[in-house]
T-cell receptor, first 113, second 114 residues
Framework: DADVTQTPRNRITKTGKRIMLECSQT?????MYWYRQDPGLGLRLIYY???????NKGEISDGYSVSRQAQAKFSLSLESAIPNQTALYFC????????????FGPGTRLLVL | AQSVSQHNHHVILSEAASLELGCNYS??????LFWYVQYPGQHLQLLLK??????LVKGIKGFEAEFIKSKFSFNLRKPSVQWSDTAEYFC????????????FGQGTTLQVKP
């Protein structure tokens, strides 16, 4: 079974719609991250959470919000989707120490029309 | 500003050829460096990482990377590639302070022809 899961795997939505991407992990890690991947730009950090009560903005948080419902769950919301948010979104987890490997989910491919 | 750059965006090699993918970083202090790989249709997974000590680090599947502080580089190498190495490769850096925040390079797509 996958350690980090993301739902949905693919989503098409329209401009202005609210959409939520969900991430769950069974690794027992405290830290969780949301990235977006765009061709030629690599992965960029949107938000990260060190525990349920510690949520921080990443490099490109504008237009996004997150919720850490439990240690195992970290959701990303687009309050009003726009076409330039079309991208591949990845969730990742890691242990609490620095220098730790991040474990990635399979990604959610989002298309905003 | 902190950054990680990969200069080779698309590399095409024949099987058995040697591979070297470039990665340069810009960080103010100490840095931890990683190489991740994304095989077609699969999750990103760690190939190798460097924190300190021996600057030559070995990873999975015969990959290695060398940290050269004077050149701000962390290039990925493999002596003989296989068709199964076809994937996208990402270099990433983490600044000091137990941040957990990774900055990724742009990625390099490697295509290995059988």
């Amino acid at each position: 079974d996958a350690d980090v899961t993301q739902t949905p795997r693919n989503r098409i939505t329209k401009t202005g719609k609210r959409i939520m991407l969900e991430c769950s992990q069974t690794k027992g890690h405290d830290r969780m991250y949301w990235y977006r991947q765009d061709p030629g730009l690599g992965l960029r950090l949107i938000y990260y959470s060190f525990d349920v009560k510690d949520i921080n903005k990443g490099e490109i948080s504008d237009g996004y919000s997150v919720s850490r419902q439990a240690q195992a769950k970290f959701s990303l919301s687009l309050e009003s989707a726009i076409p330039n948010q079309t991208a591949l979104y990845f969730c990742a987890t890691s242990e609490s120490r620095g220098q730790e490997t991040q474990y990635f989910g399979p990604g959610t491919r989002l298309l905003v029309l | 500003a902190q950054s990680v750059s990969q200069h080779n965006h698309h590399v095409i090699l024949s099987e058995a050829a040697s591979l070297e993918l470039g990665c340069n970083y810009s960080y103010g202090g100490t840095v931890n460096l990683f190489w991740y790989v994304q095989y077609p249709g699969q999750h990103l997974q760690l190939l190798l990482k460097y924190f300190s000590g021996d600057p030559l680090v070995k990873g999975i599947k015969g990959f290695e990377a060398e940290f050269i502080k004077s050149k701000f580089s962390f290039n990925l190498r493999k002596p003989s590639v296989q068709w199964s190495d076809t994937a996208e490769y990402f270099c990433a850096g983490e600044g000091s302070g137990n941040t957990g925040k990774l900055i990724f390079g742009q990625g390099t797509t490697l295509q290995v022809k059988p």
